[in-house]
Each structure stands twice: as structure tokens, then as C-alpha cells.
DNA sequence: TCTGGGGTCCTAGGACCC
DNA sequence: TCTGGGGTCCTAGGACCC
């Protein structure tokens, strides 16, 4: 059976929800960004756009080209809140929902059409339910997989539809920049540009064999597929995650060892919050360490077995970094503690060292007055 | 212009085993 | 005494996504 599959973008959607929240800021140059120093912009209006500002773009330069900005702080919470009411309206039409990000979501509309008509009503309803009962402006795609429906949703930005047949994908595709296409990034959009490769067309001329002697068996064959339009790939509702993971960039690098491991310490209690919140246990503890020089170290260690232990956590944490040699004259720009190999709670090891009351106890503390109420001392580490 | 944070997947090398 | 070979696990790094 062939399949259709609705893609649906929201437009500059951090933004966009600032505007929503606060009708004066509609049509002036919204900028939703980390604080300088070092932020980043997470999303900029169309407005904003307008003065060459994009996402992932330094604050510090988004400053400079726009000085009559409008710089926010994220509100995730926020923007959490609103997609529910997306998904939300999404699910009315499938129970095959997958949320990509916050802003942005697949839904498998294939054999839904004597409940709901056909996916093209579906694709105009959602496109026009969206703006009206949420009050965001909304792209949507529709064609028969993944890769085609987000392509469709790319192309009809802003605020567009745009439906691609089976017959059509292949010119819809081929005038394409080959970086368009769903996991070609800068260094496989350069390499291929090394070989006067461009659109998607361009790729699609290129035999099997070659596109595999240059990038490797298994993406040769995607890329190979990736221009044919092909993907078979499945709209996942549910997907359990496989790491967990928190980082900080320091808006000053750190020097001094005994706040890089106080750091990393809190970083662990964060990791471990969310283990508990996620009812997993965590049998890889892993770090990472950026320098001034932006130089990115990862260090992981894979446990006897599975935990959720602050302690245990923190203290793997703290003995990763060891490991890492520091770069003469070098601060810590970033570090980060995450874990992985997760399994559910109820696979937890016998207690043999560890009474497992003392880390309910712990949770419980944090959950009902917020991860300061209970830190521990240095001791804990040792 | 000095480059976020949270993820996924792939590759490659070394250890280890039969 | 000129080095087998294949499978699996573990680790580090990198590309990519939003």
C-alpha cells in the first residue's frame, strides 16, 4: 500500500510564540537567543532574517547586524506547553505521531482516509486548524515518506502546502541542492562539491559502486536511495531514548580544578534526576570537555552494572575527567556529563554495596524541593 | 564572527576470544 | 619465528539533525 506521510514545520516558531504572547513584538525583528557571550540564536523572525540573522549565528554578531533587535532568552517551558496543543491537533488525524523537535512533527496518514478523507483534506485541515486555533503560522508537507514530506514542507516556508504525488517526486527532487537532502551535511555537500556534484539530479547519475568506494558502504547506499527519493523509514510514535545527557558552555573558561569538579558533580545530580524521572537506569557514565581552543574531549566508562547513583554517577564523572589531559594554559570552555546503555528501573541489580533506600531518599528530597536542597560534600566523592 | 544544548548514528582501532 | 581470520565488545571521534 502506498503510504502518505504529513510533515508539519512551525514557521520561526520560538519566535513566533514570543509574538503570540506579546502582540507588540509582531513583525519587529524577534530574536530568541542565548546571552551573550557565548549564545547562540535559537530562532530569529522573518523579520529578523531580513538583516542576514540565522540560527546557530553567535549573539555577539547577531548584535551587530541588528542592533534595534529584539534579543529574548528561550522560554522552553513555554514552547513545550504549545506544542502539546500541536500534537495535540496532529493526533486527531493519526495515532501515528512522531515529534521530530518542538516545532516540528512527521504523522503517518496511510490508511486513514475513510475515518478522516483523503491525506490531501487532511494536509489542508491541519494547515489551516493550526494557525486558527493555535495562532501560529505553520508549513506542511505532504508525500509518500519522510524525506519527501519534509522536503515538501521545506519548500512551501513560510506558511505554505505543498502536496508531492509518487509520480512527481523524482522532479521534484532533482533541481534540489544536494545538501537539502536529509543527512547531508557541510562536509558530504563539500566533498561532493569537490566533484562537481551539486543537485540531486547530479547525484542520482552517479553509479552505486562509486558513491560507495567514496562514502563507505552503508552511505553510499543512503545517498544512493536519498536521491531516488526512497525511504522506507517509519513514523515512530514512541522512542525510547538511549542517552541522556546535560552541558554547559561557561561564559568564562574555568581554571580552578575544585569548580571543575563541583561541576561536574552538578552536572551528575541533573543526569541522575533525569534517569529518575525517566524510570531508567544508566550502565555508561560519559563526559565531555571543550578547551579555549574549542579542542572537544569524550571520555565514557561502562559500569559492572546498571545505576542511578548520584555517588556513583558523580564519582565516575569526576574520575573521567582525570583522564583527560589538559592542553598547557588551557581553561575549560565546556563540560558536559551524560549517560547511556539505558535500561528500565526495574531491571535494578540487587542491592550488594548499595542500600537503594538512600538514593530514593535523595530523589525524593530533590523532587519536593529542587536539586539545591540536597547537595553533598567533597567527601562524597572519596 | 569565535562557534548552544540535546540527541542519533556511523566508523575505526584495539582487545579479546575461539 | 614474516605475521590466520573472523566475530564481538569497548572506546573515541565525527557528521549530522533540530
Redesign the pocket.
Known amino acids: 500500500m502506498p503510504r502518505w506521510i504529513l510533515h508539519v514545520d512551525m514557521d520561526a516558531f520560538y519566535a513566533s510564540v514570543e509574538e503570540l504572547d506579546r502582540p507588540e513584538l509582531r513583525g519587529k525583528p524577534v530574536i530568541v537567543a542565548?546571552p551573550?557571550?557565548?549564545?547562540?540564536v535559537?530562532t530569529a523572525s522573518y523579520a529578523a532574517r531580513k538583516f542576514g540573522i540565522r540560527?546557530?549565528?553567535?549573539?555577539?554578531?547577531a548584535k551587530?547586524l541588528c542592533p534595534q533587535g529584539i534579543f529574548l532568552p528561550p522560554r522552553f517551558d513555554r514552547y513545550e506547553e504549545v506544542a502539546q496543543r500541536i500534537r495535540a491537533i496532529l493526533g486527531e488525524y493519526s495515532p501515528i505521531v512522531e515529534p521530530?523537535?518542538?516545532?516540528?512533527a512527521f504523522v503517518d496518514l496511510t490508511g486513514t482516509e475513510l475515518l478522516h478523507g483523503p491525506p490531501e483534506k487532511v494536509a489542508e485541515e491541519v494547515h489551516l486548524r493550526i494557525p486558527k486555533e493555535v495562532g501560529l503560522s505553520c508549513s506542511v508537507g505532504l508525500g509518500p515518506n519522510k524525506l519527501v514530506a519534509?522536503l515538501a514542507s521545506d519548500a512551501a516556508k513560510p506558511g505554505g502546502l505543498k502536496v508531492v504525488r509518487p509520480e512527481e517526486v523524482q522532479s521534484f527532487l532533482d533541481p534540489l541542492p544536494v545538501?537539502d537532502?536529509?543527512?547531508?551535511?557541510?562536509?558530504?555537500?563539500a566533498?561532493l562539491r569537490e566533484k562537481g556534484i551539486r543537485t540531486v539530479r547530479d547525484l542520482r547519475e552517479v553509479p552505486l559502486g562509486l558513491l560507495r568506494s567514496w562514502?563507505?558502504?552503508?552511505?553510499g547506499e543512503?545517498l544512493w536511495q536519498l536521491a531516488r527519493g526512497i525511504d522506507d523509514s517509519p513514523v515512530t510514535p514512541v522512542?525510547?531514548?538511549?542517552?541522556?545527557?546535560?552541558?554547559?558552555?561557561y561564559p568564562e573558561d574555568l581554571f580552578d580544578q575544585k569548580q571543575i569538579v563541583s561541576e561536574l558533580r552538578r552536572l551528575s545530580f541533573?543526569v541522575v534526576d533525569?534517569l529518575h524521572e525517566e524510570h531508567v537506569l544508566a550502565q555508561?557514565v560519559?563526559i565531555k570537555v571543550?578547551f579555549s581552543?574549542?579542542t572537544?574531549?569524550?571520555?565514557?566508562?561502562?559500569l559492572p552494572e546498571p545505576t542511578d547513583h548520584p555517588l556513583l554517577v558523580a564519582a565516575e564523572a569526576v574520575g573521567?575527567f582525570s583522564?583527560v589531559e589538559i592542553p598547557p594554559g588551557q581553561g575549560v570552555?565546556?563540560l558536559?556529563v551524560?549517560v547511556?546503555?539505558l535500561v528500565p528501573a526495574e531491571f535494578r541489580p540487587l542491592p550488594l554495596f548499595v542500600d537503594p533506600n538512600i538514593t530514593d531518599a535523595f530523589h525524593e528530597v530533590r523532587r519536593k524541593f529542587g536539586p539545591e536542597a540536597l547537595s553533598l560534600g567533597q567527601a562524597g566523592l572519596e
Open positions: 542565548g551573550e557571550p557565548r549564545g547562540v535559537a540560527s546557530g549565528m553567535p549573539t555577539a554578531q551587530r521530530i523537535s518542538l516545532d516540528e519534509k545538501e537532502l536529509w543527512g547531508v551535511g557541510p562536509k558530504t555537500a566533498r562514502f563507505g558502504p552503508k552511505g543512503a522512542r525510547e531514548a538511549k542517552s541522556l545527557s546535560h552541558e554547559v558552555t541533573l533525569r555508561t560519559q571543550r581552543d574549542f572537544t574531549y569524550t571520555r565514557q566508562t561502562k573521567l583522564r570552555r565546556l558536559g551524560g547511556a546503555d
